[in-house]
């Protein structure tokens, strides 16, 4: 089983960036995709980022257009730049790896704290 280990999070104001790094013990199969979730208090886990089998990736409604997944497979490491946060993005996030499009996760990192004060 892959392990994960995320890096990156801190205190930033509203309107500042952050970039999260997600490095895996190893490559991963070809029909295992990684992405990012995030948890704030008081509420579920949710999806914020993902890859699929091709490549290709996708973010929520919420933070498209200010953050971006990218992946190094060379470095076995995911990335999610986030740019211009609001206070509504702290959280905590979590690196994943599941089956390409479905729900099967296989493995979660320990999460890194991200918050953002208005």
């Known amino acids: 089983q892959v392990q994960l280990a995320e890096s990156g999070g801190g205190s930033v104001q509203a309107g500042g960036s952050l970039r999260l790094s997600c490095v895996a013990s190893?490559?991963?199969?070809?029909?295992?995709?990684m992405g990012w979730f995030r948890q704030a208090p008081g509420k579920t886990r949710e999806g914020v980022a993902g890859t699929d089998r091709d490549g290709s990736t996708a973010v929520a409604d919420d933070v498209r257009g200010r953050f971006t997944i990218s992946k190094d497979n060379a470095k076995n490491t995911l990335y999610l730049q986030m740019d211009n946060l609001k206070p509504e993005d702290t959280a905590v996030y979590y690196c994943?790896?599941?089956?390409?499009?479905?729900?099967?996760?296989?493995?979660w990192g320990q999460g890194t704290q991200v918050t953002v004060s208005s």
């Open positions: 190893g490559a991963t199969p070809s029909d295992v995709c």
């Open positions: 994943a790896t599941y089956i390409c499009g479905t729900t099967q996760f296989k493995s």
